[in-house]
């Protein structure tokens, strides 16, 4: 929920993932822009350049769930990285029209990273090969092991199921501002006798919510405005709060259910120790790999060659 909720700052690590992610892959697709744009429909476009649809229904699939669904919501970071995109790629192709690809120096560079990403590829790829975890693993016994060994930090925040009626104000409209908040003190009033999902349907500014009777979903206290976040916590289920002014308008709460702190489940907590303990173990492995490829014994190491490559340095 956009009012109630700090969306756009949880949103913004996802935005800087998906950029990472859609930004490294930028230069291996440039020969197939010009390939794709007759069959495919163009998402964005800067001269002869060309972002795809499925392009970027690719990049977006490659995203975990969780960003997936949390880019929708910022559809201004997506506009700015596919405007990024075609700059990128146009200046790519400036740079490649003046031969800048040809020169003696840019090719030195080209070829050695190559041969880097290339080793890299390889010998990773290899390393996980030999370092596969069984599929059967880890056992019930064992995450049930972890799970009771770090019991103590799986703590679950209280909760609180809460439904509002937004009405917003403006900075520099104090007369507006007033009426604003004289509304909201008599929705409040009748929010506290009447039929409150009704209410915020038809009063409230928050279309999300307002859609479905006010109601915000299960949030902690942390996840809430800090303004919202102390009424909230002063209410008792059923209670409907004080307006209460925000920086962006005025919020009257409803606390529908509330659930006390609590030690998560091992159901709940199941797939998390079986990501981490895969995780733990292909570390171990690919340890017990290279120590038997490489025996820490049988390294050889100048030391003399080495102390006279530090001494260049001063």
């Known amino acids: 929920m956009k009012q109630l909720k700090l969306n756009k700052q949880s949103l913004r690590p996802c935005l800087h993932g998906m950029a990472a992610l859609m930004l490294a892959s930028m230069f291996s697709v440039a020969g197939a822009q010009t390939k794709a744009a007759g069959a495919d429909k163009t998402i964005a ?44 790629e146009a200046l790519l192709r400036e740079a490649r029209s003046k031969g800048w690809a040809d020169r003696p120096e840019i090719k030195e560079r080209v070829d050695a990273a190559v041969k880097e990403i290339t080793g890299r590829i390889v010998a990773t790829s290899f390393l996980e090969s030999m370092t596969q975890v069984p599929a059967d693993y880890p056992s019930d016994a064992d995450i049930k092991a972890a799970y009771e060994q770090n019991k103590a930090g799986y703590n679950l925040p209280a909760t609180y199921r809460v439904a509002q009626i937004y009405l917003q104000t403006s900075p520099n409209d104090a007369a507006g501002n007033k009426k604003v908040a004289e509304k909201a003190k008599s929705l409040a009033t009748q929010a506290r006798s009447g039929d409150f ?79 981490a303990l895969r995780q733990q173990r292909q570390q171990q492995l690919v340890q017990a790999y290279l120590a038997t490829l490489a025996p820490a014994d049988r390294v050889n190491i100048d030391t003399a060659a080495l102390d006279a490559a530090l001494k260049k340095l001063n």
Do not use: C, F, Y
């Not at 977006?60 to 700059?87: S, Y």
């Not at 307002?210 to 915000?216: C, F, P, S």
């Not at 976040?229 to 409803?254: M, N, T």
């Open 197 to 275: 999902a009704a209410l915020a349907k038809a009063e409230s500014q928050d279309q999300n919510s307002a859609a479905r009777g006010g109601e915000v979903g299960t949030l902690a206290l942390t996840d809430m405005l800090p303004e919202v976040r102390d009424a909230v916590a002063k209410l008792k289920p059923g209670q409907v709060s004080e307006p209460v002014q925000a920086a962006a308008g005025i919020h009257i709460v409803k606390l529908i259910d509330a659930q006390p702190a609590r030690t998560a489940t091992l159901d709940e907590m199941k797939p998390r120790l079986q990501a």
């Open 45 to 88: 476009s800067l001269g002869p350049v060309s972002v795809p649809q499925t392009e970027v229904d690719r990049m977006l699939q490659a995203l975990p769930p969780a960003e997936r669904a949390a880019i929708k919501n910022d559809r201004a970071g997506l506009e700015n990285w596919l405007r990024q995109r075609v700059t990128s």
